[in-house]
């Protein structure tokens, strides 16, 4: 439980950082981006684990999740594209 708080937390801030890397024009808002950050985070963290990246109870690092944000942003910004 604590580790999915602290993955939380830290896609707050990287999906700050995301946006703030991620070229191009972003329409998302700052709860949407701090929506998707999170989820990278998760991805991130998740994904590790399933890959065997991370041990149980951990979260993932700074970094990963930083970049599990900007993937989760380009998926959202290719989707956005399509529908408008």
Do not use: Q
């Amino acid at each position: 439980m604590w580790s999915f708080i602290v993955a939380i937390v830290i896609g707050f801030i990287a999906g700050l950082i995301a946006r703030a890397i991620h070229p191009g024009e972003d329409k998302a808002g700052f709860i949407v981006t701090t929506l998707l950050g999170i989820a990278g985070s998760l991805l991130a963290t998740y994904g590790g684990r399933a890959l065997g990246l991370y041990p149980e109870n951990s979260s993932a690092g700074f970094i990963a999740s930083v970049v599990g944000a900007i993937i989760i942003l380009f998926i959202y910004n290719l989707i956005s594209r399509k529908t408008t």
